[in-house]
């Protein structure tokens, strides 16, 4: 196994850092031999058959072109739960468990119902049936593609969750849907002018329509999800967002506009604007 590693270090060192690469590697070795950190040194003198040598050859061609290895593997972890991905989904990033377990902490006993908007892998809906069990819980998105994915991962993970096919910038679409006193949305934030400062294992492979916004409109969706709050929400129904850090006061201003109170601005684990809440009063 030793060559092995060495051959993955020397084949992925002009394209990703050190600390990357090893990252890479426990991604690789928990896959193909169920390996934890310990297991690799443990093990490290131990022999791959060729067919496991086969696969860290092909995952790493498949690493060379900046193909997340998530979508390599078509597995990731989000709150200490699994889930499966494909590139009809976005990956789930840390900021968006900061946003589900700021929900699971203020909630403990909740018994009411959720909206999970946009919903893609399904790894809000999911991981807050999963930790509030005795929540019903719903997920819409546009993609038919999307919600097989978010389905599968409800399948997966052993509970049940509601997935509906929704646009969120039509309103009237949400007729059949009962009132929520919950909804969570991680919609599209990034703004088209900040493409640049992205890597290309992101522009490169993650849905776009997930993903951007228009730079003359970047509040499109958080006007709909606000839209969507009035009519849906009970009273002193709470929405939990993630957005774009750098209109984290532009979108207080929106949920005033809407008549929400008890708007809070939260950051990250890195200092960032990164998520927002409030109420709703009639």
């Known amino acids: 196994m030793q060559s092995c590693l060495k051959y993955i270090r020397n084949e992925l060192s002009d394209l990703y850092s050190k600390n990357e690469t090893e990252g890479l590697i426990r991604y690789i070795f928990e896959y193909i031999k169920k390996y934890s950190v310990s297991d690799l040194i443990i093990h490290d003198r131990d022999k791959l058959s060729d067919k496991e040598r086969n696969m860290v050859k092909k995952i790493v061609s498949e690493l060379k072109s900046h193909k997340p290895i998530q ?3 078509n597995e990731t972890e989000f709150y200490g739960l699994p889930f499966k991905v494909n590139n009809n989904v976005l990956i789930p990033r840390p900021e968006t468990e900061e946003l589900v377990d700021w929900i699971v902490k203020e909630n403990i006993d909740f018994k009411g119902s959720v909206l999970d908007v946009g919903t893609g892998s399904g790894c809000i809906a999911v991981s807050l049936k999963k930790k509030l069990k005795d929540s019903d819980v719903y997920g819409i998105d546009i993609s038919e ?4 994915v978010a389905q599968s991962n409800a399948l997966l993970n052993e509970v049940n969750v509601s997935f509906i ?10 007729d059949s849907l009962p009132k929520f006193d919950i909804i969570v949305s991680n919609p599209p934030y990034v703004t088209e002018k900040e493409k640049d400062k992205m890597q290309d294992n992101v522009l490169k492979y993650e849905p776009f329509s997930a993903l951007f916004v228009p730079d003359d409109d970047p509040l499109k969706f958080y006007r709909a999800l606000a839209d969507t709050g009035q009519k849906k929400l009970n009273e002193n129904g709470k929405i939990f967002w993630e957005i774009n850090e750098n209109y984290g006061k532009d979108c207080m ?14 950051k990250d684990i890195r200092g960032k604007d990164r998520m927002i809440s409030a109420e709703y009063k009639e």
Not at 145 to 148: C, G, S, V
């Open 253 to 266: 201003r929106l949920l005033e506009k809407f008549h929400f109170y008890n708007i809070r601005l939260r």
């Open 165 to 174: 096919k929704k646009d969120i910038l039509n309103i009237s679409n949400y």
């Open 145 to 148: 593609k999307a919600l097989i």
């Open 71 to 73: 979508y390599i593997l």
